[in-house]
């Protein structure tokens, strides 16, 4: 596996809902839960800003499960990158100034996830 930066967010193709991990526990916890509905799109973004893909491994034996790989891939995150997504994030929250949200580094964007997330 490749060397994630923790903590990272989730980010599910065509849902504005973000989801932030602490550690590869809470990775393992979250993918051990819902390997079968997690898509090829959905990304997680780790606190350096390199993003990965989840591959799902063809099964080779139908009686035994295997974790999807993350595969990192080689365009990273920027911080106007992920604002947007934050700031979407807030506002599915609920947060009523999430226009107003803004930070300067990837750090400081996934720490404003794991804040909303506490919020609401």
């Known amino acids: 596996m490749q060397q994630i930066n923790w903590p990272a967010i989730l980010q599910f193709d065509q849902d504005d809902e973000l989801m932030y991990l602490v550690n590869y526990q809470d990775w393992l916890g979250f993918i051990c839960a819902n390997q ?5 799109e959905d ?7 390199h993003v990965y893909s989840i591959q799902k491994h063809p099964p080779q034996d139908p009686s035994v499960a295997e974790l999807p790989a993350l595969v990192k ?4 995150m920027s911080v106007l990158q992920l604002l ?14 999430s226009a107003k949200i803004v930070f300067t580094t990837i750090e400081q964007g996934i720490a ?5 997330e506490q919020l609401y």
């Open 73 to 76: 891939l080689s365009q990273d």
């Open 43 to 49: 990304k997680l973004i780790d606190n350096a800003g």
């Open 84 to 97: 947007p997504l934050v700031r979407q994030y807030g506002q599915f929250q609920g947060h009523c100034c």
């Open 36 to 40: 079968f509905t997690v898509h090829a």
């Open 112 to 116: 404003t996830v794991a804040e909303l």
